[in-house]
């Protein structure tokens, strides 16, 4: 149980151009969804969380505009990068918690490659 | 804000030998949680911790909660190759939810 699916595992685009990555809860129901970006070698950087049904919450310094979040069920979130830059190349993972349970699962990551 | 201290950053083992990792807190957390990464891929949930003295095992890992409620150990034990990755902690307090990650600590066993 608690399986978290993220997709796509990989994904390379040009600057300027938007990329959207999914993040589903498979046997659960997520009532809280988050979203971390990780540079290498360094530990997981907490980006947003977000509430089924209701507007993200962005941590301080992540630009909402950008980081585009939807949370329209309970069983998956979406991360639109927008106007994508090289700098926003990143390894993000998203997390589901259960209703009731700190326990947070994880995805298994996207590769964001900006060329 | 909160922060965790993990230490070690890394450590290099024999295959057969125990490992121990902590955290320690500037501040109480209601929660304790112990996870391990692979190479590319997400943060796998080892073991949960929700009481303070609170002391549980799964497989050959064992992890404490702190009384103070500001740490928490993990230990492996009989260490074996699979067992390599990136170990990290991570706390929780507040009704958010959110998890206060720690730096990680990076296991390397020698076959």
Redesign the interface.
Known sequence: G?V?S?HPSRVICKSGTSVKIECRSLDFQAT?M?WYRQFPK???M?MA?SNEGSKA?YEQGVEKDKFLINHASLTLSTLTVTSAHPEDSS?Y?C?A?NTGS????????T?LTVT | GQQLNQSPQSMFIQEGEDVSMNCTSSSIF??W?W?KQDP??????LI?L?KAGELTSNGRLTAQFGITRKDSFLNISASIPSDVGIY?C?G?GGS????T????TLLTVNP
């Open positions: 608690a978290v993220q809280t988050f360094q530990s997981l907490l969380t919450t390894f993972i997390s918690r700190y326990e947070q699962y994880f995805g298994p990551g590769r | 209601n929660t949680l996870y590319g891929e997400g943060p796998v949930l949960a929700y990290f991570a929780s958010n939810y959110k998890l990650f720690g730096k990680g």
